[in-house]
């Protein structure tokens, strides 16, 4: 027995061999880390344990991602698409998600020759930074190259973290209140560098806070002219 509800394993077209394709997808970054495939049992699996489970083809058996590595995935959502025919998994990584110890297992990209590169983050608006930093920040947390500032902060820990939203934000002020804007701009870089730190560390993905932000612009305010 799959230990599927009924409703559920009719809902999802099975290929021949019992299986459906799966979407990993980090739930802070949102970057998508792997694609592996579910049968009706790991599926089952993956909803009671909250952690992934697949069914690996080439050797015929269940696996749960990271029981040998530690590199585990809880589970934050569970998708099928349109067809049924594809889930999407959006979950927590923790360490790096791809075997060769990269964060992503999407690590190669093909440019229009043919030519294979170590793929870049997507820049396509006003806004690219902010989402390229915090898809590099989320790599230093899975991967710890040695010698980055990133992964000094991640092993000191969340009071090292803290402290320097601390030091960051009174650095602000200072600039702010020297009227000096070329201090202002380094210093609030800094500031956002380290709360975006800080946001990774806590596991919160900087989609809540817009979110939190679109619910407060849409709140209606009260009027107190009289």
Request: charged share 30%.
């Amino acid at each position: 027995m799959s230990g599927l509800a009924q409703g559920l394993e009719e809902q999802i077209r099975w290929n021949e061999a019992g299986l459906v394709p799966a979407i990993v997808q980090d739930a802070v970054s949102k970057e998508v880390l792997m694609l592996a495939y579910m049968n009706r049992e790991s599926l089952a699996k993956s909803l009671a344990s909250g952690e992934t489970w697949f069914w690996s083809r080439s050797r015929g058996e269940l696996w749960h991602k990271g029981a040998t590595s530690g590199h585990t995935q809880r589970i934050r959502s569970l998708r099928y698409d349109c067809d049924g025919d594809t889930l999407l998994v959006l979950a927590e990584q923790s360490g790096a998600a791809c075997h060769t110890g990269k964060y992503s297992c999407f690590h190669n990209e093909i440019d229009r020759e043919g030519v294979t590169t170590e793929a870049a983050e997507p820049a396509q608006d006003r806004f690219r930074m902010l989402a390229e930093l915090e898809a590099i920040i989320a790599r230093r947390y899975a991967e710890r190259p040695e010698g980055t500032y990133t992964t000094y902060l991640f092993d000191k820990g969340l009071d090292k973290i803290l402290k320097k939203v601390g030091e960051e934000s009174a650095e602000v002020i200072i600039a702010a209140k020297n009227q000096d804007n070329d201090e202002l701009r380094s210093e609030a870089a800094d500031m956002i560098f380290h709360l975006m730190v800080l946001l990774r560390e806590r596991g919160l993905p900087f989609d809540a806070i817009m979110e939190e932000l679109g619910r407060r612009h849409n709140k209606p305010t009260t009027n107190k002219m009289r």
